[in-house]
């Protein structure tokens, strides 16, 4: 029931996206706390003789705070009661009242984030709306907390994923660490730069205690725009974004000389093979070349030898191996550095 009553009322919130009006916290305060019955509300656009309400220009924003304004505010034994009611009966008359009596906090928490979202206030009071329902559904009135202070946490979290979901086409912050950073660069940056520091990326992940990669990452997502593959790169040319960007898979040339470095690889190792003990051998399929490598310990269980044994026996044959090598395939020096370096790890 207060899940409908909240929608129903926040409704409107979905009208006059085009307005780009920011609201000033005088506003609000002069719209929300008008006391008057539907009989004396005023017209939606307020006439230049209206001394008691704004002159907004968002029609559906001032009926919205007139509409809120007739909600009575509860005290903190009204709120408890309430809370409790709701909590062991269920009671969704309790909720309505909880919900009701807090939409003015929504608005109040809203004001803080219309910095971040021009497009229409009354998204941001919307989504603020939703987790104003979530707080008095989840809210336990025996852990001592206010409930403005429980609720006003639900409603900005609601809001901030809102944000970060809508900012651009393409989302720029999915975790919560993502979320925060992306709240808290742009303050620090100022706030460094107001003490005469330069805001440098490693001095912002110390401050902020996050990766210097992630500061560098969030701004450039937050300075740069998103830009279509479709889009041409001048208004006189054909040639489209997506026609530029780097192709980062192998070329076929790339890949046949890969395939053919495998195959001298195989004939090599086939050869070598000859040459080697049975401990050498196994060790050679079952740790070097296995994709699931036996441990040191299996092997020395197999042949009835300490596992430092097994590790001495390892040792030798790399170095027989990278010597077989040089000797087989001189150009593959740069190869072995690394396959032997990988085997080792």
């Known amino acids: 029931m207060y899940h ?8 409107m919130c979905a009208e006059h996206h085009n307005s780009n009006n920011m609201v000033k916290k ?5 719209a929300t706390e008008s006391n008057k019955t539907q009989e004396e509300l005023h017209p939606l656009i307020a006439l230049p003789d209206d001394s008691n309400l704004p002159a907004l220009t968002h029609p559906g924003l001032h009926r919205y705070l007139q509409e809120i304004s ?30 009701s009596a807090n939409l003015r906090l ?28 979530q707080a008095v559904k989840k809210f336990d009135p025996y852990r001592g907390v206010k409930f403005s202070y429980y609720a006003a946490y ?31 660069l742009n303050k620090e940056k100022k706030l460094l730069e107001s003490q005469g520091f330069k805001a ?17 990452e969030m701004s450039q997502r937050m300075d740069g725009g998103d830009v279509s593959l479709e889009r041409p790169l001048r208004d006189d040319s054909d040639d489209e974004q997506k026609d530029f960007l780097t192709d980062k898979t ?28 049975d401990k050498e051998k196994s060790i050679l399929a079952e740790r070097l070349l296995s994709d699931d490598p036996l441990t040191l310990q299996n092997i020395a269980d197999q042949f009835g030898i300490s596992r430092e044994r097994v590790r001495q026996i390892e040792a030798n044959l790399l170095k027989k191996m990278r010597k077989f090598f040089e000797e087989e ?8 550095d690394e396959a032997v370096d990988h085997w080792q790890k």
């Open 4 to 11: 409908n009553f909240v929608l129903k009322n926040s409704g």
């Open 26 to 30: 005088s506003d609000i305060i002069e």
């Open 70 to 99: 007739h909600y009575e505010l509860l005290s903190r034994e009204e709120t408890e009661a309430l809370s409790v009611r709701f909590h062991e009966e269920g009671d969704q008359d309790a909720a309505y009242r909880l919900v």
């Open 106 to 133: 929504v608005v109040k928490v809203a004001m803080d984030f219309q910095k971040y979202w021009m497009t229409n206030f009354l998204d941001l009071i919307q989504e603020g709306n939703v987790g104003l329902v």
């Open 154 to 184: 639900w409603i900005r979290a609601y809001i901030l994923k809102f944000i970060m979901d809508n900012w651009r086409l393409v989302k720029i912050g999915t975790t919560q660490a993502q979320r925060k950073l992306f709240f808290s």
């Open 200 to 216: 440098e990326p490693k001095l912002l992940a110390e401050r902020l205690n996050v990766k210097e990669s992630e500061i560098i």
């Open 250 to 277: 192998a070329t076929v040339e790339e890949r046949v000389a890969d395939m053919e470095v495998k195959e001298r690889i195989a004939v090599v190792i086939e050869k070598l093979q000859s040459r080697l003990n």
């Open 329 to 336: 395939v001189p150009d593959i020096r740069c190869f072995l």
